[in-house]
């Protein structure tokens, strides 16, 4: 069974361009989680998608950021304009079950490799 | 506010040697607590997890986590260290808000260990 994979693995661009982020997660799971991690610190929660609706984005820093997720299979998040702030790694996780999450049960999230943009 | 902590940036051992690697967590409710590792160039790996049940869990390599509910901690543990452990290590709790979840995580703890 493929992992989640996420493309590219790693983006270099320049203060006011825009980057595009893909995150194909692990086929048949409807969670879909991006997160980020900024140089030393830790790793926040961005959004989280259930199929194709946006569930959850309380952790989206402000309205540079896009994501969508069409047709509930892969995810793009889209940076425009980037700024320095921006530079981190960028992780996609996906989960089973588009349902609300039962209180006693916790579907794990499957992480993928992270892409690191450098905004310069 | 729900929060992991791990105090340590960075633990060294010597291979052969018993590790701990530090976290605890400030939560509302049960706590579901996570331990993912991050090998150089790869993605975040699931290590294990505790829900409920026994406050000793065991996980992938050889790891064993023991949770603390008076100490409100949940340290990595391994009796005999391999180079090969050296990683960055999180520690994560599970939010769930209106039925849906997320983790929060810590800021990390790099795993050396020398030969």
């Known amino acids: 069974e493929a992992g989640v994979t996420q493309f590219p693995s790693h983006s270099v661009i320049e203060k006011g361009q825009t980057v595009t982020l893909r995150c194909d997660p692990i086929s048949g799971h409807d969670n879909l989680y991006w997160y980020r991690r900024v140089m030393g610190k830790e790793i926040k929660f961005l959004l989280h998608f259930v199929k194709e609706s946006k569930q959850d984005e309380s952790g989206m820093p402000n309205n540079r950021f896009l994501a969508e997720r069409t047709g509930g299979t892969y995810s793009t998040l889209k940076v425009q304009p980037a700024e320095l702030e921006d530079s981190g790694v960028y992780f996609c996780a996906s989960s089973l079950d588009g349902l609300p999450v039962l209180a006693a049960y916790s579907y794990e999230q499957y992480f993928g490799p992270g892409t690191r943009l450098t905004v310069t | 506010a729900q929060s992991v902590a791990q105090p340590e940036d960075q633990v060294n051992v010597a291979e052969g040697n018993p590790l701990t690697v530090k976290c605890t967590y400030s939560?509302?409710?049960?706590?579901?607590l996570f331990w993912y590792v991050q090998y150089p160039n790869r993605g975040l790996q699931f290590l294990l997890k505790y829900i409920t049940g026994d406050n000793l869990v065991k996980g992938s390599y050889g790891f064993e986590a023991e949770f603390n509910k008076s100490q409100t901690s949940f340290h990595l543990k391994k009796p005999s260290a391999l180079v090969s452990d050296s990683a960055l290590y999180f520690c994560?709790?599970?939010?769930?808000?209106?039925?849906?979840?997320?983790?929060?995580f810590g800021t990390g703890t790099r795993l050396l260990v020398s030969p």
């Open positions: 994560a709790v599970r939010v769930q808000l209106a039925g849906f979840q997320k983790l929060v």
């Open positions: 939560v509302s409710g049960n706590p579901y």
